[in-house]
């Protein structure tokens, strides 16, 4: 298999995008030995707030959608005792506006991005890292944990 043909399922673990399948779009992130599946149905963007094209904002403001992601990122994902004294910290990375067009070209959803790093010093390897989905209407979208069982 050449480097061309794994760019892209390389890039969608890297950088979390899911591919639609059936009316969903699974977004994955890894932190800490674990998976974290964020799953976007269309009924539950079809039941958010429209952005409609004549607003210059969206529904839900960036700051709501960061501050609510924050919460999760907060409560779901545990860093090990272990790097948490070495100083390991969440910092956010990006904050996007996703459209989601399978079901029309006035829905939206918030993808909030974290990493955790060295608080000094560099690190190797992938970092640990979890996109955290918003919808237009506050809703935090819970994601299905599990174990990586890839060693």
């Not at 699974?26 to 409609?52: C, H, M, Q």
């Not at 910290?89 to 918030?110: F, N, Q």
């Not at 060295?118 to 955290?132: D, E, F, Q, T």
């Amino acid at each position: 298999m050449s480097l061309r043909n794994l760019s892209l399922p390389f890039a969608i673990m890297l950088f979390g995008f899911g591919l639609p399948a059936r009316g969903e779009l699974v977004i994955p992130s890894y932190a800490f030995g674990k998976v974290y599946n964020f799953k976007v149905t269309d009924e539950l963007v079809r039941n958010s707030p429209d952005w409609a094209e004549e607003s210059e904002n969206p529904p839900l403001s960036a700051r709501k959608a960061i501050a609510l992601a924050d919460k999760l990122a907060t409560k779901t994902v545990k860093v090990p005792s272990k790097l948490s004294k070495q100083g390991l910290i969440r910092e956010m990375t990006s904050a996007c506006l996703v459209p989601y067009s399978d079901i029309g070209p006035r829905k939206w959803y918030w993808a909030v991005a974290y990493q955790w790093r060295p608080r000094v010093g560099a690190s190797s390897g992938i970092k640990p890292y979890l996109h955290v989905v918003i919808l237009m209407d506050g809703t935090v979208v819970i994601p299905e944990i599990e174990k990586d069982g890839g060693g």
